[in-house]
């Protein structure tokens, strides 16, 4: 991933890209706005009617909070002016928008990010970057500029045809919706700051230096930049409203009027439910449906509408198929989740069968708790399970479970789990179930175990971190039967 920062070569084009985006239209203005370092109230700021490069270049170099605002109704602001002034933006200047932008902060993805050292957190936000533009380029969805903030990334997508406001509630209830989209595309991990919905929510001029902890300035950094990227189509396209309809769509009868088989991509996420396209033939699950709002939104072909009115369609064009088990095959995908397991906010369910013809009944096992990795020693023995879950104050847990735990009636991995803050089931025909979740889940990562605290080639493992030359590393646990509060007495 080319990074491009406030010395690079490729800053100046940049800027020269986002003054040229800004000038579009003598009706509108863009805001500088200033927050003293250390703070983020950004009280004062700037107005410009047609910003230049080097304005951008130089509020960028100035040595304090920067963020910006374009599309703001030159009306509503009165004369621009160019010296900073008490801040006078609201959501009711505005009547659309060319740029869209989304904030992503990490604390909400990792708790411990900021307990973190800075190469820790800077390996974890590349990675987490190279995962959504890569994301983002197979879904065909045009990024503008991909900023890292040092707390987060900001993603910016720009638009040739803008996007009407209309009511300021309406536009929010538009943005959650498109959030909700893209979480549901780019993993459910990732979360969007809902605050962002507000026409008026500044954000971070690319290239400044974030000052919000004035004893550690962090550099802000371009990670991913496209002049001629136009994500138009997507939000203009994916409906923001529920369809009305006599009779409701459905899981089932989607999948049977599509008269679609290549089932090897489904997702299914409560009422959201990604796949191929049934109009291409990618490998990429690029189709979103909500199945209650009767919404689509087809990646491949930058089309959305109607749900219902599509399987219609397609009903005529397809022959009709038997749904059978293909209900066994929704499942997330790099997920890990065994078939016939489902795990929302709700809760850990058990999806039993009750044979082709009927639906199957749901049964609640748990408060949601993900297998997220495998553990394994340095001879590829001694198995294990990370858990991650969350106790009734909230608090999220990761707990290393020895294999052998679940065997014979798994007494002994209820008890540490109840220890530990998780609600679960008590009743006896459901611990099977919920064992079978455990044991068959097949998360992508790997990490090696050890079986006591201490010096382990060159990391020091301890109950809940593990370092290596002074840096925190997620890739040895610590996994034992024993008491591992007794490490901490």
């Not at 939104?297 to 599509?310: E, I, M, R, V």
């Not at 219609?312 to 790099?334: F, I, N």
């Amino acid at each position: 991933m080319k990074v491009i920062d406030l010395d690079s070569e490729a800053a100046e084009a940049v800027f020269e890209d986002m003054a040229a985006t800004f000038r579009i239209h003598n009706d509108l203005v863009t805001e500088i706005a200033v927050a003293r370092k250390g703070g983020s109230a950004f009280s004062r700021a700037a107005y410009y009617t047609k910003p230049g490069a080097q304005t951008l270049r130089q509020w960028a170099a100035s040595g304090q909070n920067i963020a910006f605002l374009s599309d703001i109704q030159r009306a509503g602001i009165g004369p621009s002016h160019q010296d900073l002034q008490p801040r006078k933006t609201k959501n009711e200047h505005f009547k659309s928008k060319r740029v869209l932008s989304f904030d992503l902060d990490f604390k909400d993805i990792h708790e411990e990010y900021k307990s973190w050292s800075r190469k820790a957190q800077r390996e974890f936000a590349l990675e987490t970057a190279e995962t959504i533009a890569t994301h983002l380029d197979k879904l065909q969805l045009p990024l503008w500029l991909l900023v890292f903030t040092g707390g987060g990334l900001h993603l910016h997508f720009k638009l040739s045809r803008p996007v009407e406001l209309g009511e300021v509630k309406d536009y929010r209830a538009r943005y959650k919706q498109w959030c909700t989209v893209l979480q549901a595309a780019l993993g459910d991990y990732l979360r969007f700051d809902p605050a962002c919905c507000n026409p008026a929510r500044l954000m971070r001029l690319p290239l400044s230096t974030n000052y919000k902890d004035a004893r550690f300035p962090v550099p802000t950094e371009v990670w991913h930049w496209d002049k001629d990227a136009d994500a138009s189509g997507f939000f203009h396209q994916l409906p923001h409203k529920a369809y009305a309809g006599a009779e409701g769509v459905s899981f089932e009868e989607v999948l049977r009027r599509f008269g679609y088989q290549k089932f090897d991509t489904l997702e299914v996420k409560g009422e959201e439910i990604l796949c191929s396209s049934p109009f291409s033939a990618d490998s990429t699950p690029s189709f979103y449906f909500n199945t209650s709002k009767r919404v689509f939104y087809d990646f491949s072909t930058s089309q959305g509408g109607n749900l219902y009115q599509l399987i219609q369609r397609l009903s005529q064009q397809h022959p009709t198929v038997e749904v059978g088990d293909l209900k066994t095959k929704a499942q997330p995908m790099h997920s890990g989740i065994p078939q016939g397991y489902e795990v929302d906010k709700k809760g850990l369910w058990w999806l039993q069968d009750k044979g082709p013809d009927e639906d199957p009944i749901r049964h609640r096992l748990s408060d949601p708790v993900r297998v997220v990795a495998l553990t394994r020693d340095l001879e590829s023995s001694t198995w294990g399970r990370v858990l991650e879950f969350c106790d009734p104050d909230g608090v999220k847990k990761q707990w290393t479970m020895p294999v052998t735990m679940l065997a014979g009636d798994g007494q002994d991995l209820r008890r540490e789990l109840l220890t530990r803050g998780l609600r679960m089931s008590m009743k006896k025909s459901l611990r099977a179930a919920f064992s079978d979740y455990l044991m068959n889940a097949e998360p992508p990562t790997r990490m090696h175990c050890v079986d006591k605290v201490g010096w382990h080639d060159q990391t020091y493992v301890l109950p809940e971190q593990s370092y290596r030359g002074g840096e925190e590393v997620n890739s040895v646990r610590l996994q034992t039967t024993a008491d591992v509060r007794a490490y901490a007495a």
